[in-house]
């Protein structure tokens, strides 16, 4: 009877470590920006953030400022993507225009919507072979526009796809070769390269879309969430220490929590790694 009760003293600390909840931890670095809006990490982990008026701030992977472009025309960014080995990209709806730069800030593209027949972007996204996908709301179709070109590719008429007239969509962004359309209300759409419907995920409530290899990670009640793109099995990652987070960030080997006004820098945790 000692032995088993000398077992159990033995057992209980590794079992209930191994059931104790994730946790991000302490923060490498906490970043302040004013008025602070969207962000976004490019391959090296560098962190590119922008503020309510479409100004873009470049921060190296230990918060360090180290550069900052400010448009002539300002208005709000709706996107900003910088996970593309060359390119940054961001869209204004506010503008109605895109604006493609490179690593270091410097324009390189910079067009409207009207020139190519689309009358009321919502959402926008790069793609591969040059093109940008657009949300155009005035006609409920989905187009994919070659930048080059400044012409049309194809075009999508989702409200007989999707079976809705009210598509209330916050962003697109494409992953994978795939095309990935957010609801708030009602899920997740996604797409393949031609624009066809594929799937919903039957997800609601997500601030911005993050990817980590084949998973849709997003904060909800505190809770960092998963899904998984392959299985559609929904995880709880991990409690937030901190109630304040609005959305999330993943890049290569860090991770980043966005309050308001505040970006909370931490290494991307083993546990996320772990994640197929």
């Known amino acids: ?36 809006d969207l962000i976004s990490f490019d391959t090296k982990d560098q962190l590119f ?13 230990e918060g360090k400022q180290l550069n900052l472009f400010s448009p002539a025309r300002q208005g709000r960014l709706a996107q900003l993507e910088a996970g593309w080995t060359v390119n940054i990209f961001s869209f204004s709806e506010d503008l109605q225009e895109y604006r493609i730069l490179d690593r270091f800030l410097n324009p390189l593209a910079e067009k ?20 940008v996908w657009v949300w155009d709301e005035s006609d409920l179709n989905l187009k994919s526009l070659d930048y080059l070109r400044n012409q049309i590719i194809q075009s999508q008429p989702l409200n007989l796809i999707v079976n809705s007239s009210d598509l209330n969509v916050s962003e ?3 992953f994978k070769n795939r095309l990935f359309m957010n609801v708030p209300d009602t899920g997740i759409y996604i797409f393949d390269n031609q624009g066809n419907l594929m799937r919903k995920l039957e997800v609601t409530d997500v601030n911005k879309l993050c990817y980590y290899n084949e998973h849709l990670l997003w904060i ?3 809770k960092l969430m998963a899904i998984s793109l392959s299985t559609n099995e929904t995880l709880t990652l991990a409690q ?16 980043a929590v966005i309050s308001k006004n505040k970006i909370s820098l931490y290494p991307t945790p083993d546990w996320i790694k772990s994640l197929k």
């Open 220 to 222: 909800a009640d505190d």
């Open 49 to 61: 953030a922008s503020n309510t008026s479409g100004d873009i701030y470049l921060f190296s992977q």
């Open 172 to 174: 697109i962004r494409e």
């Open 112 to 131: 409207g919507f009207l020139l190519a027949d689309i009358n009321l972007a919502k959402a926008s996204t790069l793609g591969n072979n040059n093109v």
């Open 240 to 255: 937030l220490d901190s109630p304040e987070g609005i959305y999330l960030q993943i890049g290569q080997e860090r991770l």
């Open 1 to 36: 009877m000692r032995s088993l009760f000398i077992l159990i003293l033995y057992v209980f600390p590794f079992f209930g470590k191994a059931q104790s909840p994730n946790s991000l931890g302490s923060p490498l670095v906490e970043i302040a920006v004013d008025n602070l």
